[in-house]
């Protein structure tokens, strides 16, 4: 492929939001379609030439490509260069984003159409320039070079997140949601640049390709990698929802579920994933750095698993389920390295964008809500949305032979191998995500439909759409079922291992799987998960569905517990009303204030009431008599015959 074809994969989001932004919005309405074809027919152009890309990428030597560097800044002996990795992580990852951003951009045609919001300021052509943008810049992250190229896309993608959180702008808790999420994650964003600097003061280069060969031959080492190593998993940290800045990704669920599916799938959560696998060699040569990865990637997916078992809104249920599976990969990078992180991720994405888009489905049945106590019943009514959303659950739980099972047990695998305790906090996660996914599918799809928003059978919403239950149009659902077969399909990517090959990491990565039933009679292991993944789903069938035990029962029994879970550990309150108002405001920006006003002003006035005074006092000495002139003169005079005379 010619290099532009490699280039263009990033270009043609771009052309779209420009061509939006300046050429479409002014003159179209806000309901046309017409941005809409434009950023699927883009998109679909970047989707075939990443396609393209990994096909040449398989058969190139080392599975790398050479895309020549473009020259962009020379100060000095400073050259800046735009330049492109064109590697098998670089390829697997453009497949994903483009194919999943694809499928949500179809999607959004039949979801957004019938919304009121898009009556308000510009409708379509805002928000498929944001999505445009959106996915520009991750594209441009993925095929960043260097360091300071890869932060301008990784700051592009907070700021693009933050439009589309806050998409209905109009709404107090979706404004609040986006500032949040623009908020938290700069904490992060703050040691990633804070470990750039320390990288290039230390090294003088931003290129990561020259600074994995220094971290592997030696050269950057010590304290230094360390804490650039930690620097740069902080900020993964933040885009990736990482204990303790995982609180705003559940309230990112605020905007349009097809921006949660786009959000939560392929782009913002995944780039602090690709981070920490692109940055690989100086997390493999620091014992400390790689130690932290593992520890905080096992222990948020407990954590954020937990919190998923007892919430009602189906999106905050996958949302949770989502902060949860980054912490699987960021637990697979550690103790695995990049091929197992990174083939969780990639199957990940397909099955948790297909599940946000079944829970906008449904959402659309129901009047608008998202609370499943309001749901019920709807497996009758949405047979394809029921369909498919079973397939994205039983994936996602570790079912085989679906694509959530490979990438699942290859990380248990490794953790077992190399972090036997956190292997432990793993396992219990499986039981988790399955109880809580089968848990979401009883309470939607079982039992009898309980009316939706205003929970009445045949009511209408608040925007008058009917509430009764209906499947979703041809432009959700077609959507859905090409997702729902990725899901089943994607883990076979690495059955014989060939995905860890891929990925340059010389022999398999899966080497106890042999073929689709070998893995059973090769280790316990993948026969132990699946059981214990299948124990989660017969819990959730007996608590909601057989009603043999009652979910209020048992909710009482633990009450301490299911208060401390259904306020998400009281984190949400500690940052915002302890840490923000009563410390932030109350005590360090009041006292700010304080010093403002008392010295600083207090300063400033005194200075102007001093020369005032002293004004007041030197201008009654300027009479205008000649002969009190002279006398001062006189005086002065004297002075300074005196001081000659004693100094001289």
């Not at 191998?417 to 309470?443: D, G």
């Not at 002293?614 to 006398?631: D, F, S």
């Amino acid at each position: 492929m010619p290099d532009i074809l490699y280039w263009l994969i990033f270009l043609l989001p771009v052309i779209s939001f420009g061509i939006i932004s300046v050429l479409l919005k002014p003159f179209v309405s806000n309901e046309s379609k017409l941005p809409g074809y434009l950023t699927i027919l883009c998109i679909a152009g970047s989707f075939v030439l990443s396609c393209m890309a990994l096909n040449e990428v398989m058969n190139a030597p080392h599975h790398e490509i050479e895309v020549h560097q473009i020259e962009w800044l020379l100060i000095g002996n400073f050259n800046f260069s735009v330049s492109m990795i064109m590697d098998s992580l670089t390829a697997v990852m453009l497949l994903a984003v483009t194919f999943v951003s694809l499928m949500v951009q179809i999607y959004s045609l039949g979801y957004l159409h019938k919304d009121p919001v898009n009556t308000i300021d510009t409708g379509f052509p805002r928000y498929y320039a944001w999505m445009s943008l959106f996915t520009a810049s991750m594209l441009g992250l993925v095929i960043a070079g260097n360091l300071l190229q890869m932060f301008i896309f990784w700051e592009m993608v907070g700021v693009c997140s933050y439009l589309l959180i806050g998409f209905w702008f109009h709404k107090p808790s979706a404004a609040n949601a986006a500032k949040k999420a623009f908020i938290v994650t700069r904490l992060g964003d703050f040691g990633f640049l804070a470990a750039i600097l320390l990288i290039f003061s230390k090294t003088g280069t931003f290129d990561t390709v020259y600074l994995r060969e220094m971290a592997i031959a030696g050269t950057l080492a010590g304290t230094t990698l360390t804490w650039a190593a930690i620097g740069i998993f902080s900020g993964a940290m933040g885009k990736s929802a990482q204990f303790p800045l995982h609180v705003w990704l559940p309230d990112a669920m605020e905007g349009p579920t097809p921006v949660s599916a786009l959000i939560h799938s392929a782009t913002m959560v995944s780039a602090g994933v690709f981070l920490v696998a692109r940055m690989y060699p100086l997390f493999e040569h620091s014992t400390q750095a790689l130690q932290t990865v593992a520890i905080i990637g096992g222990f948020t997916a407990i954590f954020a698993a937990s919190m998923g078992l007892v919430m009602n809104d189906i999106k905050r249920v996958l949302a949770y389920s989502t902060i949860s599976q980054l912490g699987f990969m960021m637990l697979g990078l550690a103790a695995g390295g990049v091929a197992v992180g990174i083939f969780h991720l990639f199957t990940h994405a397909f099955f948790k964008s297909l599940l946000f888009l079944g829970a906008g489905s449904v959402s659309h049945a129901s009047g608008g809500t998202f609370d499943m106590r309001k749901m019920g019943g709807l497996r009758k009514y949405m047979p394809w949305t029921y369909s498919t959303f079973l397939i994205g659950s039983l994936a996602l739980a570790g079912i085989w032979p679906l694509s959530g099972f490979w990438s699942k047990d290859e990380i248990l695998a490794k953790a077992l191998e190399n972090q036997p305790i956190i292997f432990v906090l793993a396992i219990i996660t499986v039981f988790m995500t399955a109880f809580y996914m089968f848990r979401a599918i009883f309470m939607t799809f079982g039992g009898e439909f309980r009316g939706g928003e205003s929970g009445e059978h045949d009511s209408h919403d608040s925007h008058g759409h009917s509430a009764h239950p209906h499947e979703s149009p041809a432009l959700m659902v077609v959507p859905m079922i090409l997702l729902a077969i990725l899901a089943i399909i994607a883990g076979f990517w690495n059955v014989t291992g060939d995905f860890g090959a891929f990925m340059g990491h010389g022999e398999a990565e899966g080497t106890f799987m042999g073929n689709l039933v070998g893995i059973f009679t090769h280790s316990a292991l993948p026969l132990i998960s699946l059981v214990i993944a299948l124990a989660g789903i017969f819990l959730a069938y007996a608590m909601y569905s057989a009603k043999w035990l009652s979910p209020e029962k048992v909710g009482n029994s633990m009450k301490a517990l299911y208060t401390l879970l259904s306020n998400k550990y009281y984190f949400d309150k500690l940052y915002e009303d302890i840490i923000v108002r009563k410390f932030l405001l109350g005590w360090v920006f009041a006292g700010l204030q304080k010093v403002d006003t008392n010295v600083v002003d207090g300063a400033v006035n005194g200075v102007a009431s001093s020369t005032a005074s002293t004004g007041n006092v030197t201008r009654k000495w300027e009479t205008g008599q000649l002969q009190l002139y002279g006398l001062f003169i006189g005086i002065g005079i004297l002075a300074i015959i005196i001081c000659l005379f004693i100094f001289g």
